[in-house]
């Protein structure tokens, strides 16, 4: 799921190509990819648009009279930026919006469609999308630790909530705890004045730093690949691979249809995180540290 730094990269991208510009045409392939009747759809065509923002996780196109799209690319929605008029593509096809210069795709891989597109009046509908959680510029550590404090989470589920922080995902969450050298499980009424200070200034590093480098790498061409799994993340989607802070090798913990991943000598002081199905598989044998998971492995 794209988050703070693949959205500002998707910003960057969209505002020089279409503010300004009218959409001359909507076309929809995925009827569930609109999840509203009124106003209609139709109601965008030969309205400019006069902003892109961002909304936590979701991005916010603002049209003249008051109208706005907003969209939500979920897990696997991406844009596209095309020739003009170019067709939706057959499989993985959303909608198209069409501008004189060229045609923005929406697109979704995978046969779970989640991805949506709200088409609202006025600010207050806008805004009945916004889930609360903060921007974390826009804090100071003391009312980042206020909010960390408020309900007793793990640090892992406190990051990733959007009533919380807002565009803090699956992916770059796993980047910061393993900056702060922080464990994902660890609970957020045990952490000390220095592990949050700790905490905050890594989520601002991570996401100010993810943020310069897409667009670096990108430079005025429209994102292809925005994906959670990059080849320079530490720990993220590096499962058995070497920490490039100490070398030893990432582990992981799943649950539901996410994963945690992190270093234990970095993060958690050489423990091994247990996921509730291996803790049930193993019981009493649940390997403890590395060492005992070789141990494991070599039977």
């Avoid at 690319?73 to 593509?89: D, E, K, Q, T, V």
């Avoid at 270093?263 to 649940?286: E, H, N, V, Y």
Wanted: glycine residues 8%.
């Amino acid at each position: 799921m794209p988050e703070l730094p693949d959205v500002e990269l998707y910003l960057s991208a969209l505002r020089p190509r279409v503010v300004g510009q009218a959409v001359r045409r909507v076309r929809l392939a995925s009827p569930f990819f609109l999840r509203t009747v009124t106003p209609p759809l139709a109601a965008l065509e030969g309205r400019r648009i006069v902003d892109v923002r961002r909304l936590g996780k979701r991005i916010v196109f603002a049209f003249e009279a008051d109208l706005f799209a907003i969209v939500h690319l979920m897990i696997a929605g991406r844009f596209r930026w095309r020739a003009a008029g170019a067709p939706i593509p057959g499989k993985v096809g959303l909608a198209a919006f069409d501008f004189d210069a060229g045609t923005l795709l929406l697109t979704e891989a995978g046969s779970r469609k989640q991805a949506s597109l709200h088409v609202v009046e006025g600010d207050a509908a806008v805004r009945a999308f916004d889930a609360g959680g903060a921007e974390v510029f826009d804090l100071t550590c003391q009312e980042f630790a206020a909010l960390l404090r408020r309900e007793n989470h793990t640090l892992k589920r406190a990051l990733t909530d959007p009533h919380i922080f807002s565009g803090i995902g699956n992916a770059y969450s796993d980047e910061i705890l393993h900056a702060a050298r922080l464990s994902p499980l660890a609970l957020t009424s045990t952490l000390s004045d220095e592990a949050i200070e700790a905490l905050f200034d890594a989520t601002r590093a991570v996401l100010r730093e993810w943020t310069a480098s897409l667009q670096r790498e990108h430079g005025a061409d429209f994102p292809e690949k925005v994906t959670a799994f990059r080849p320079a993340m530490a720990v993220h989607g590096r499962y058995g691979k070497a920490c490039p802070r100490c070398g030893g090798p990432v582990q992981r913990i799943v649950y539901a249809r996410n994963e945690a991943n992190y270093c234990p000598a970095c993060q958690t002081g050489g423990r091994l995180l247990a996921d509730r199905a291996l803790s049930r598989l193993f019981g009493a044998d649940w390997p403890k540290t590395l060492e005992d998971l070789e141990r494991l492995k070599s039977k």
